[in-house]
T-cell receptor
Framework: ETGVTQSPTHLIKTRGQQVTLRCSSQSGHNTVSWYQQALGQGPQFIFQ???????GRGNFPPRFSGLQFPNYSSELNVNALELDDSALYLC????????????FGPGTRLLVL | AQSVTQPDIHITVSEGASLELRCNYS??????LFWYVQSPGQGLQLLLK??????LVQGIKGFEAEFKRSQSSFNLRKPSVHWSDAAEYFCAVLYSGGGADGLTFGKGTHLIIQP
């Protein structure tokens, strides 16, 4: 069984640019959550998607947006990048009916210069 | 607002010794509690979870955790650590019924294993 995968693994952008990160959820999982982990910190919840709809959001501005596709894969888009957006972005998927249990991918490390 | 406190930023343990990592959470109805481990540059691996029932839960890699409602704690234990246990450990909480099921994480405890 394939776990959660994310692409790309690393990315470098400049301030003001836009970025798209991708996540493929684990087979049988229909809920995807995104987290931002700054260096030396615990992950912070950005938002969650369930059946292609945003299911809830953490304390992040609207320039953080997302999509979930019919195959339950997901994208995280960040517009107008700021230096503080440099972080590890983690995607987690949850099994159908068990959205409390989240299984994480390896993450995408974003550096904003 | 819900919060998770991991009081120990770093812990050093000798290989073969026992381990306890502390976690306290802010009060909330029906907390779901988790421990995750993160190796350098990697994502998070779920060690164990507590939803209800027996307050002592067993996880992978020989870890266990005990839920104590009176102390708002969910401490992680292992009777004998191995050098491969060196990693960052995160406690997380989720309150069901409050909308999106986003986990709230502590800041982590960095575990160092001495030979």
């Amino acid at each position: 069984e394939t776990g959660v995968t994310q692409s790309p693994t690393h990315l470098i952008k400049t301030r003001g640019q836009q970025v798209t990160l991708r996540c493929s959820s684990q087979s049988g999982h229909n809920t995807v959550s995104w987290y931002q982990q700054a260096l030396g910190q615990g992950p912070q919840f950005i938002f969650q998607y369930y059946r292609e709809e945003e299911n809830g959001r953490g304390n992040f501005p609207p320039r953080f947006s997302g999509l979930q596709f019919p195959n339950y894969s997901s994208e995280l888009n960040v517009n107008a990048l700021e230096l503080d957006d440099s972080a590890l972005y983690l995607c987690a998927s949850s099994p159908s009916g068990f959205k409390e249990t989240q299984y994480f991918g390896p993450g995408t490390r974003l550096l904003v210069l | 607002a819900q919060s998770v406190t991991q009081p120990d930023i770093h812990i050093t343990v000798s290989e073969g010794a026992s381990l306890e990592l502390r976690c306290n959470y802010s009060y909330g109805a029906t907390p779901y509690l988790f421990w995750y481990v993160q190796s350098p540059g990697q994502g998070l691996q779920l060690l164990l979870k507590y939803f209800s029932g027996d307050t002592l839960v067993q996880g992978i890699k020989g870890f266990e955790a005990e839920f104590k409602r009176s102390q708002s704690s969910f401490n992680l234990r292992k009777p004998s650590v191995h050098w491969s246990d060196a990693a960052e450990y995160f406690c997380a909480v989720l309150y069901s019924g409050g909308g999106a099921d986003g986990l709230t994480f502590g800041k982590g405890t960095h575990l160092i294993i001495q030979p």
